[in-house]
Every structure is written in structure tokens, then in C-alpha cells.
């Protein structure tokens, strides 16, 4: 029930946002049809769109006809952004990819592009002092280096700070302590045959 209603608000929210796109609609015609399932590892269900030509709609994580299917982790989500960071991620088994690469990268340029007057959207519900504060605060997100930068600290607060992930040398740890315990359990395995 409330990944159904978490479905109907950011689809409602990602087509109030479209709506307002003037260019929106180009590129949305070319993956009309097309459905996209992007799964994010950090995240407890994936997210399935159907593009259509003036909108999108969201799909239930059981939908099983896709026609490009993503998995990464929300640390990983910058390399989206460019077609060659894209490609050396999925060659580096960052980004896990079913389908069409391309289909993908436009389905992604339909968010990553959005070009919207914030300022004139939101003076209408908050005000206009308020409005162009605000805006100026998204457009200064879009400056290039930032989502990199903002990575970067979210990264350090969920494994330094708050301790909530583990680190790589934690992982470093974890996986020589697996090899070990694979090593014993083979030893093991093999003392038995010996036995029988």
C-alpha cells in the first residue's frame, strides 16, 4: 500500500515538473511506449517508467516487460549524467545494464534536463521573495561539480559520522575474512573425503 501511494506522489511530481518543460515533449516522443526500470541498490523497491508522449507513468516493481532495466548505487548516480562516465561504470561493474545503453541515457536526459522557470512556478504558491530565493538555490545545484560534491558528503556522513554504511576498507576486511573462511571450509571438505 505505501509503495503504491509513494508511486502515485513522485509520479504526479515528475509530471507537474514535465508539464512545465516547454521542451519536455521532444524528448519524451522518442521513448514513447518504452518502459525503463531503474533499480537503486540503497533504495527498498525500483522505480519502473513507461514514457508516453507528454508524460510518464509508474509501474509496479513486479512489472515485467522492460526495455532496459539499470542497477546501481546512489553513490554511482553522477555517472549517469555523461555517456562515457556511463560507459567505463558499466565496465567497471558500477552500473549493471539490461538492454538498450541508449534508450537508458535518454530516458535519463527526460529528468536530467529539466529546464524549468522555478522562480515563476513557485511565486504562485510561496510567494516571489521566497520563489527567487529558492531558485536560486536550484540553480545553484546545477552547477557542474556539485552533485559530485554533495556525493561526496553524503558519503562521508552515512560512513563516518553516522556510521549507518560500512566503509571500503570495512569491506576490504569483510571479504579477506570470507576468503579465509572459504579456505577452512575447503580444507575441511576435503579432510572428510579423505575420511569417507
Known amino acids: 500500500m505505501f509503495g503504491h501511494a509513494l508511486r502515485g506522489a513522485v509520479e504526479r511530481a515528475l509530471n507537474h515538473?514535465?508539464?512545465?518543460d516547454d521542451s519536455a515533449?521532444?524528448?519524451l516522443k522518442p521513448l514513447s511506449q518504452k518502459v525503463v526500470h531503474i533499480n537503486v541498490a540503497e533504495l527498498p523497491m525500483p522505480f519502473v517508467f513507461r514514457f508516453m508522449e507528454s508524460e510518464i507513468m509508474m509501474l509496479g516493481p513486479d512489472y515485467e516487460h522492460v526495455d532496459a532495466k539499470v542497477t546501481f548505487s546512489i553513490f554511482d548516480a553522477p555517472l549517469l549524467m555523461d555517456a562515457a562516465?556511463?560507459?567505463a561504470a558499466i565496465q567497471a561493474g558500477k552500473l549493471q545494464v539490461q538492454g538498450d545503453p541508449i534508450l537508458l541515457q535518454q530516458a535519463a536526459d527526460v529528468f536530467v534536463k529539466l529546464d524549468i522557470d522555478w522562480e515563476e512556478l513557485l511565486s504562485s504558491v510561496i510567494g516571489d521573495v521566497p520563489a527567487h530565493l529558492m531558485?536560486?538555490?536550484i540553480r545553484a545545484l546545477h552547477k557542474p561539480g556539485r552533485l559530485q560534491e554533495a556525493q561526496g558528503r553524503v558519503q562521508e556522513l552515512l560512513v563516518e559520522e553516522l556510521q549507518l554504511a560500512a566503509s571500503s576498507v570495512d569491506f576490504?576486511?569483510?571479504k579477506a575474512d570470507i576468503r579465509a573462511m572459504n579456505e577452512r571450509l575447503s580444507a575441511l571438505e576435503s579432510d572428510l573425503r579423505k575420511l569417507q
Open 172 to 174: 576490504e576486511y569483510v
Open 135 to 137: 531558485a536560486k538555490k
Open 25 to 27: 515533449s521532444n524528448r
Open 17 to 20: 515538473a514535465l508539464a512545465h
Open 85 to 87: 562516465q556511463a560507459t
